[in-house]
Nanobody, 122 residues
Framework: VQLVESGGALVQAGGSLRLSCAAS????????MGWFRQAPGKEREFVAR????????YYRDSVKGRFTIARDSTKRTVYLQMNSLKVEDTAVYYC????????????????WGQGTQVTVSS
């Protein structure tokens, strides 16, 4: 299984980025896909998740209305559109795949990408 993130960059506060995660080696359409992030000195935290079945989306409160998760099964890719970025969004962003029932916590995800750095400057 391989998950490869891309799209991280340095951006000014208020700007936008779109992260992509290309998946291979797993039945993409049967996995929930999630985005997590980890800032320096902090624990990894849930950002967003999209279900495999009906594409139901869940977000952490601090990104609701600013971030949008989407998936394209034909391209085996999950996206995270991030708008109105804030300095506190600075972190390494990881995508992950989970075939369980819940998939809201990092411990439920067996497959992870290497991460992509997002830095938001003031």
């Amino acid at each position: 299984v391989q998950l490869v993130e891309s799209g991280g960059a340095l951006v000014q506060a208020g700007g936008s980025l779109r992260l992509s995660c290309a998946a291979s080696g797993l039945p993409f359409s049967a996995y929930h896909m999630g985005w997590f992030r980890q800032a320096p000195g902090k624990e990894r935290e849930f950002v967003a998740r999209i279900a495999w079945s009906d594409e139901t989306k869940y977000y952490r409160d601090s990104v609701k209305g600013r971030f949008t998760i989407a998936r394209d099964s034909t391209k085996r890719t999950v996206y995270l559109q991030m708008n109105s970025l804030k300095v506190e969004d600075t972190a390494v962003y990881y995508c992950a795949a989970c075939s369980g029932v819940g998939c809201y916590e990092s411990r439920e995800y067996p497959y992870w990408g290497q991460g992509t750095q997002v830095t938001v400057s003031s």
